[in-house]
């Protein structure tokens, strides 16, 4: 039932709210006649002349520049084999989106039918004027090889086959560092290589290009060791043909130092392994399935080096790590093509980069308090936000110096500046929070389960593992919902209205009605109000029942807020409660405070509530930069209204120096970096990019929030409650289910802080 449910998601994922998972966007204003002329006829025969008359023009005008065609017959699709060109179509969207989301490369994805070598050049060869780079995806050795290497030849445009070179490269970082780790010289240990296709072949030539000799190296296939003596071997494997007598993968692994998995699933054993070397080794990267199961593997050597292709563990072999960067680097200096120095230049940035300190975003996102250079972390983490500027940054070098660039970067600053300004952490935030989620989950109520938007997000967060969900709710409706969305998992359900919670209603009355005696409540009320759903769930979390809490799908705000702050006290020190809305937008993260609560709070207050969102903005592992908004700069106004905001900033100054903020300042100063920067050069905020708002009164804070939400399709996390000394949090009235499993995500990280 669990497959029928992923295939059914799966189906829908693609297919909804419209089939694909890319598209085409104007990146010109197109609203005018004028705008119209200029974009087709007449305006667009001029710059059609320029490049008639001069053909680089056409990386002027066009986006040939930052352009790639993901091409395949489909005759290797992942796991799939050969499927067809129409049918691998969802897995070349699926290769463009990753170059977008994480290099800001456009794509199109190109399926040809054509096993044919010469009539697949051919194709390739006739469409290339459009593109500024080509990606070969999923074509079968050996037919792989020579289309890669004949296209490289007769193309002035880069092509790499990634299904090659990007497990090459990132396993070959990899390599690098683990040897340095084991204390090992890549010329003196030994190596055997498990499957002999595009990915395996590339991936030992590289290893070579680093020094490792070929009389060290034993490659299988399916037939078993590659020898010399075998009859009928492709060229392309009798590179790599041993003199060695051995037979088989077991009589190979006996002192070995490295295991290179490129083949199937578990034909590597414990008793295998045993017979390797001193600190082995083992890159068992068979996808979905490792040639050994990591666990398994690391409790049998404890001296071991294991990485996978899998996200759940450490060490990741991860192409994503590899190809948008590559690419990114070559289209920017229009490189003719990714030659050997590149691919190496990208090597020794990925290995370099996981010695270095790595940011607390990173660290946050996978859960560990601070991830270091050694056996569990040899390659960088996909989420990595340096890795934009780094590869590129030198893959552009490598090509420099290699003489195959046709436009060279002159301002090395500025080139990086440009590749952190691009994508950076905005695109990969959501994954960030989900995985920091997952790291260490908590108990979460969910106080309307009996609503089908709120069960189905309770439960994508149970079977995602971002948290142990609780349903709270009617014990018939949710069972009903259940067996509609196929909620299979075996969860607690709690119905406050049950007999059978009858006991816990009367701990839970007690307790409240102590707390509430002199405000007006009696032990009748006390009792009544244990029947509803949000104070009894908040009364979960002040008992230690649960962890955190999630409402506010179905009723208004203000009646959900209500029993919270009667039940849950505050954090110390803080007076009032504040919220703050994430908002992921095309300029990046915009923290905006406050947006539920607080009506026309005083300076103090507003110097507060700037503190909390600062550590909020701090949990997510970002640095905070605040802007005290206000309809005037810097006292160019004397009313009240701004006044206070001024107030508040020099408060925050003199009592929290170490935050970056200023005000008061208008929204467009405070967003847009070079107004500000030029008007204002004595300001803390000269040179650095805000990514927090914060709000005079609750009018200008929930109309911006609502208005950037609307018109601008940002996605919104929150609001998140600030100031509350437990994790509950109130959604926004008839949320949708992303934005409900988003912010299940971030109670459960705001559990596991006020947990430490």
């Not at 040939?64 to 699709?77: E, P, Q």
């Not at 294991?306 to 994503?320: C, F, I, K, L, Y």
């Not at 994954?431 to 997952?438: E, F, N, P, Q, V």
């Not at 070079?674 to 004595?682: E, G, I, N, V």
């Amino acid at each position: 039932m669990k497959k029928h449910k992923q295939r059914r998601e799966a189906l829908v994922y693609h297919a909804k709210p419209k089939p694909g998972k890319t598209e085409v966007v104007p990146t010109k204003p197109y609203r005018s006649q004028r705008d119209l002329a200029l974009a087709y006829s007449p305006g667009v025969a001029l710059p059609c002349l320029e490049i008639d008359e001069e053909k680089k023009d056409v990386y002027k005008y066009t986006n040939k520049g930052n352009l790639v065609a993901v091409i395949t017959n489909g005759s290797a699709v992942l796991g799939l084999g050969d499927i067809g060109p129409l049918a691998s179509k969802p897995v070349m969207e699926g290769k463009g989106l990753l170059f977008k989301i994480f290099a800001d490369i456009d794509v199109f994805d190109i399926e040809i039918e054509a096993k044919d070598p010469d009539k697949f050049i051919e194709v390739v060869k006739s469409i290339a004027p459009t593109f500024g780079g080509i990606n070969l995806e999923d074509i079968k050795a050996p037919e792989a090889f020579e289309i890669e290497k004949r296209l490289k030849e007769e193309l002035d445009i880069p092509v790499m086959h990634d299904d090659q070179h990007g497990t090459a490269i990132i396993s070959c970082a990899a390599l690098i560092n683990a040897l340095e780790i084991t204390n090992k010289e890549i010329d003196k240990v030994n190596i055997v290589v498990s499957g002999a296709g595009a990915a395996a072949i590339s991936c030992t030539k590289l290893y070579m290009s680093l020094g490792a000799k070929k009389e060290n190296i034993v490659m299988l296939d399916s037939k078993g060791v590659i020898r010399s003596d075998r009859k009928e071997i492709s060229e392309d494997k009798k590179v790599f043909a041993t003199d060695r007598n051995l037979n088989s993968l077991k009589e190979s692994l006996k002192n070995a130092d490295v295991f290179i998995g490129l083949s199937k699933p578990d034909i590597l054993n414990k008793t295998m392994l045993k017979s390797m070397a001193k600190d082995p080794i083992v890159f068992a990267m068979a996808n979905p399935d490792p040639e050994i199961d990591y666990d398994l593997a690391c409790s049998t050597r404890k001296d071991i080096i294991m990485a996978t292709g899998r996200s759940d563990h450490p060490n990741q072999v991860n192409n994503v790590l590899g190809f948008p960067f590559i690419f990114r680097g070559a289209l920017d200096v229009r490189a003719t093509k990714i030659n050997e120095e590149m691919k190496m230049a990208a090597v020794k940035a990925l290995a370099d980069l996981a010695k270095e300190s790595v940011p607390e975003q990173v660290n946050i996102a996978y859960g560990v308090t601070s991830l270091s250079f050694g056996r569990n972390y040899i390659i960088p983490k996909p989420f990595d936000p340096r890795l934009i500027s780094r590869v590129p940054l030198a893959v552009a070098k490598a090509a420099i110096k290699s003489g195959v660039s046709t436009n060279p970067i002159k301002d090395w600053n500025r080139y990086k500046e440009e590749l952190e300004s691009r994508l950076g952490s905005n695109q990969k935030i959501v994954r960030l929070i989900h995985d920091r989620a997952k790291s260490a989950p908590k108990r979460l109520v969910f106080a309307e389960a009996d609503q089908l938007d709120v069960l189905k997000a309770a439960q994508i967060v149970q079977e995602e593992g971002i948290a142990q969900t609780i349903l709270l709710g009617n014990r018939e409706t949710i069972e009903d919902l259940k067996q509609t969305i196929n909620f299979e998992m075996d969860v607690q359900i709690i119905d406050p209205k049950e007999r059978k919670e009858s006991k816990r209603r009367k701990l839970y009355s007690k307790i409240f009605w102590h707390d509430q005696k002199r405000r007006g409540y009696t032990k009748y009320d006390a009792k009544r109000l244990m029947r509803e759903r949000n104070y009894f769930a908040a009364m979960m979390i002040k008992n230690k029942d649960a962890d955190a809490m999630i409402s506010g799908y179905s009723r208004n705000y203000p009646s959900v807020i209500k029993p919270i702050l009667e039940i849950i006290p505050k954090s110390k020190g803080i007076k009032r409660v504040a919220a703050t809305n994430l908002m992921l937008t095309k300029i990046g993260p915009l923290f905006l405070t406050d947006t539920t609560l607080n009506v026309d709070p005083s300076a103090t207050e507003l110097a507060t509530i700037a503190k909390m969102t600062a550590k909020v903005v701090e949990m997510f592992g970002i640095k905070p930069v605040l802007a005290m908004l206000s309809f005037s700069n810097f006292g160019s106004s004397k009313f009240p209204q701004s006044n206070k905001v001024n107030e508040a900033v020099e408060i925050l100054h003199r009592t929290s120096p170490e935050i970056i903020v200023d005000g008061p300042i208008q929204s467009d100063f405070a967003l847009n970096k070079k107004l500000l920067d030029k008007r204002f050069p004595f300001s803390p905020l000269k040179n650095k990019k805000v990514n927090t708002l914060i709000f005079p009164n609750l009018d200008s804070a929930n109309i911006t929030y609502k208005i950037i939400k609307e018109l601008n399709e940002a996605l919104s996390i929150g609001p998140i409650l600030l100031g509350l000394s437990e994790p509950v949090h109130v959604i926004q009235l008839g949320a949708s289910v992303e934005e409900i499993v988003n912010m299940s995500a971030v109670a459960v990280i705001d559990a596991q802080f006020k947990k430490k």
